[in-house]
Each structure stands twice: as C-alpha cells, then as structure tokens.
C-alpha cells in the first residue's frame, strides 16, 4: 500500500472512533426520560413548608402529564437559584423515590414554569421550561388547592 493510501485510512479511522467516543457520551442525555407511575404523591411549598397529599385524580393528571412529557429534557449546566418553588415527591412502582422541583417564578423569575427532575437516583439532573399551555396541569396541582399565597420573598 501506498503512504498516502495508509495517512487517509489512518485519518478516517481517527475521525471515526472520535466520533464514536463523542456519540457514547452523548447519546444518553438525548434519550427521552422513562417517568414510571407514581404512587403517594405529596406536594410541598417550600416557603411555607405546607405539605399535602394528591388524591387518586390528581396523581392520575400527574402522571399522565409525565407521560406526555418524556423528552426535551436538558442536563441541568448551571445551579437552580433555589431548590424549588413546589416540590412533588412520590414513588415509584419498584420503590425508589421520585422529586419534581418547580420553579413558579417565586424564588427565580426568569426560571418561570421550569422544573428539574432525575430519572432514577443515579441519573443526572434533567432541566426543561415549558409553555403556559404545558405547565397548565401542574399550575392547577399548585393553585388553587388550598394553599395560602405569600409573598415574594
């Protein structure tokens, strides 16, 4: 074989396996989020600390509205301004625990209608905002439940 023959298959192959390496890494943050059914789910806000428990309709919308919302999800870059506006905790059919962290523009106003969650306790944090029309469901959980309001703080 010709040397010129041997640097092109040598530069291919490079190019290649860095593009593999790349790819393995990459690949798993692409992936949509798998969210089982959630079980004994509680909501808490988190400046006044109250906490109350869903009924069976609302952790059916709630889990409904995981379902519809598997993808998009972006590994969290850069730290939340806070822990969370709204945190919705509950567990999963093989018992690990789930958290949904939600921003409601009270603690970060420009984290409006963001939330965080991890797909198991390993994964990494995954981050997504969402329109008014996709965060409607989880603006009713929180409003309007019997909760007080309060202020900024």
């Known amino acids: 074989m010709r ?3 041997l640097l092109v298959i040598g530069f291919v192959a490079l190019v290649l396996t860095t593009v593999a390496i790349i790819w393995t890494f990459a690949l798993p943050s692409l992936r949509p989020l798998k969210f089982e059914t959630l079980s004994d789910v509680t909501l808490t806000i988190e400046q006044t600390g109250q906490t109350r428990v869903l009924n069976a309709e609302e952790t059916g919308q709630l889990n ?11 590994p969290l870059s850069s ?3 806070s822990t969370g506006d709204v945190v919705i ?14 921003w409601t ?3 970060g ?5 963001t939330a965080i969650t991890r797909a198991n306790p390993k994964a990494r ?7 008014d029309e996709d965060w409607a469901v989880l603006h009713h959980l929180i409003d309007g439940q019997g909760f007080q309001k ?3 703080p």
């Open 3 to 5: 040397k010129e023959t």
């Open 64 to 74: 409904r509205w995981l379902q519809g919302h598997k993808s998009h999800w972006a």
């Open 79 to 81: 730290p939340a301004p």
């Open 89 to 102: 905790r509950g567990r999963n059919p093989d018992g690990g625990d789930f958290e949904l962290a939600l």
């Open 105 to 107: 523009g009270i603690s």
């Open 109 to 113: 106003a420009d984290w409006n209608n």
């Open 125 to 131: 944090l995954k981050v997504q905002s969402f329109s």
């Open 150 to 152: 309060t202020d900024v």
